[in-house]
């Protein structure tokens, strides 16, 4: 065989390798990085090995940061999935209303997350903002929407679905059209009710669909930032200081580089490790889904 | 004219191509015939440089390919998928050799060209059309005119009328071989289909996982069958293959049928007799064997009527002209006729291994 | 009977979500049509005027939002045309010759995706000082490529898989060389993808806020973080907050529109196709 047969390959993509590496290599520093106590006061820093995870691991604030992290990507990925899929099926029927309003769906979704974070805030402002003013015919005025720790999770939580609902929903709409057909002719026939054709054919059909979703979702949503930083700034107090937001202060706020890093490193981590288990699960789902369909 | 000699290639863990050999002469028709998965289509690839071989060496024209790009090996290719550009018209499609750098022709006579292979395509009225409306059958002439259009040293068809339906594959059979062009440059033809193969093949070779089994004439393949498995490749209906005994004096059969094949093979060996449908008749001269009518079937002109062999189980099958077999019904006592020149001899089959023809004496 | 009640029900919950979905954009617009004094005095009847585009377009606020909105502009599409001219012979390779070279290449990327960006960005704060790229172009366009790049190589990765290479084979034996094979045959088919890929990265650059809040500070800034620094200050703008955000939600809304058909495989990085 020819070397040149042999070389073309990596020749196409030795430019994506180089400008890879150029992306690598800021990672591989700040791994470096987190083997010191770098900061802004100590531009000579010292070796100091495998201090800075251990201080992040043994304070209180890395696992206040972690806790609310997951509940803000459970809470999250949860309601969207469930949203989503419910408007999904909803579009799915062939009416006048679904055809239209599908056109609008992905609307929020194209809209920048600190963007839609700022328009929220705008109407979730406890005195002026127009959501406590729509509620005042409801006795439910003067809710403190953001200024409570609960509240301010939930408000997060809130806007991350408002801009990714359509996420989940638009993966779940193709799922649903990509479904064969014959089973359901063959349950119609058979004089199966909706529920039951919806827990024993379309959901395990589309399951495979929206479990691409719930991936892309859960691990966006551990690494939140736009949302929080623009929406509560991690407030009040801590009560919304998610993990990338934490090493956003810890590195840039009070410039100690190499803990912010590991704060990060550690989040990386966890990003991972529920990836290789929900990728399992996919694969395991995906078998089943086609089990089903034959 | 096209030389493979020990080509080996594999994907992975499968081996596509295991040792294979094979020799085209100058302006003959050969086809590759064999099922899918045995390596044919590797084989094209291999000769048009698509595919690089793990080991062995290719010749074109006397010449080792090695290293040589497809675009100067000068073969045309006709590919089962047809590989059409969806994008195009019938027109640019059949330009598009005319056009490369390589068989560059000036615009006026490419479009002599083009509008003489159409015509000889019957495809002169497509030639506005963009390829995503034709039919199969269309597509495959516009294909094959792609294939034509061009000088080419050879030509390596790919399953050109797999995808047509059986008249129309039949009729462009006829075709195919009529065309001048076809007719005077060496064509490698690869197909699953046995009647396709004894039709134009001036020789064919049978291909079994990624090696030549037979190469002959059709002929040869159809009276020196390598193998069994050969044997029941060839002919519809097929081959009757009745298990026997070799004995001093020919093979006896189960049911206590005598067959007149005599060979070397030591008395007491396993064997297979081989008789063709066409081979075995109700009447005329040669060696009888007696049985009950099973099944009769008619076939247009001719029937197929399956015997039950002297008193056992075992059936055979032949196929009759109408005026022989028309009174015959199940159960009714028939004669049957064989000339013994046509019986075949091969070793049992054994698991993984068809059974060898075996050399019989006349 | 019971079936048509069905249908209305499920109508109304759909409207439901979808009042959920669009009243926060409807009432943006609303706001941001408010003079400054009936801001917190009504809510929705007012004398609507442009004064709060005016006053955002005319920087007249210290806040340069015509310039963010270039620098948007041009670091997305730099940031989109170098990943297309580095991503798509990538992307190509890998579809065409599994080796295990393009196999890292094609993992290491999907993890960039996956990747929280601050384990990137802080040690790039840090060295973008040291060589004078903060608050650059050129900075923000590298950068970016840890969103464009993963996106287009993997999405045009599955259009290439998805051509047979039967086609460009095709084209090698009617004389072309492999450079006219890909040119004149693949890159043709796959245009569509290409265009919608583009635009999918276009938005995702454009709609990036991590990077240009750490990673510039003025000259390089970009219309995420502009947008933002209007809802600072001692007293709320409301008004000039909402017309700076929808001018910034512009582009990408209007790109989104176009490019509906090809949203499902770009969205699930070539995962779901429809």
Known sequence: ?294 | MITLSGIRKTYGKTVALDGLELEVREGEFFCLLGPSGAGKTTTLKTVAGLEQPDSGTVLLGGEDMRGVEPYDRGVAMCFESYALYPHRSVYDNLASPLRSPRYRLPAAEARQRIGAVAELLGISALLDRPVGRLSNGQRQRVALGRVLVRPAKAFLLDEPLSHLDAKLRQQMRAELKAIGEVRHTTTLYVTHDSVEALALGDRIGVVREGRIVQTGTREEIWYQPYDTEVARAFGRPRINLLPGVVTESGVRSDGGVELPVRSRATPGTDVLVGLRPRDLALRGPGHELTGTVYVTEVLGRSVEVTVRLGTGERRVSLVAPRADAARLRPDDPVRLVVRPENLLLFEADRPERPGRRIETER | MRKRLAGWVCDAALVLYFVFALFPIAWMVILSLKPTDQLFSTYFSFSPTLDGYRTVLGDSEGIPFVRFFVNSLVVSVGAVVLSLVVGLPAAYASARWRFKGSENLMFTLLSFRFAPELTVIIPLFVLYQKLGLFDTYVGMVWVLQLVTLPLIVWIMRSYFADLTPELEQAALLDGYTRKQAFFRVALPLVKPGIAAVSLLAFIFAWNNFVFPLILTSNEAQTVTVGALSFLGGDRPKYNLTAAAALVSVVPPLLLALTIQRYLVRGLSFGAVKS
Not at chain 1, 123 to 149: A, E
Request: net charge positive.
């Open chain 1, 1 to 294: 065989m020819g070397w040149r047969l042999t070389l073309r390959p990596y020749v196409l993509i030795v430019p994506a390798l180089l400008l890879t590496c150029g992306i690598l290599y800021p990672f591989g520093l700040g791994l470096y990085y987190t083997l010191f106590d770098f900061s802004a006061s100590k531009p000579q820093p010292d070796m100091v090995r495998f201090e800075n995870y251990s201080t992040v691991f043994t304070q209180e604030a890395f696992w206040n940061s972690a806790w609310v992290t997951v509940l803000y990507a459970v809470g999250a990925a949860l309601v969207e999935t469930v949203l989503g899929v419910a408007v999904a099926l909803l579009l799915h029927r062939p009416t006048l209303v679904g055809r239209v309003l599908e056109k609008i769906l992905i609307l929020p979704l194209m809209i920048a997350p600190v963007i839609a974070a700022i328009i929220w805030k705008l109407m979730l402002q406890p005195s002026v903002g127009v959501v406590n003013h729509l509620l005042k015919p409801f006795g439910l005025g003067g809710v403190q929407w953001t200024d409570t720790p609960t509240g301010a999770l939930l408000s997060s939580i809130a806007v991350d679905v408002w801009v990714y609902t359509p996420f989940v929903a638009i993966l779940a709409l193709a799922g649903l059209r990509s479904l064969p057909t014959s089973p359901f002719e063959a349950a119609a026939v058979d004089g199966a009710g909706w529920w039951y054709t919806f827990r024993r054919l379309t959901l395990p059909m589309l399951w495979p669909y929206v479990l691409v979703a719930v991936i892309f979702r859960f691990m966006d949503s551990l690494k939140v930032f736009d949302i929080i930083y623009a929406l509560t700034e991690g407030g009040p107090g801590d009560s919304t200081v998610v993990l990338q937001i934490r090493a956003y202060l810890e590195a840039i706020r009070f410039q100690r580089y190499s803990f912010g890093i590991s704060y990060t490193i550690v989040l990386w981590a966890v990003v991972y490790l529920a990836a290789m288990v929900l990728v399992k699960h996919l694969g395991k789902i995906q078998r089943k889904a086609a089990e089903v369909t034959t």
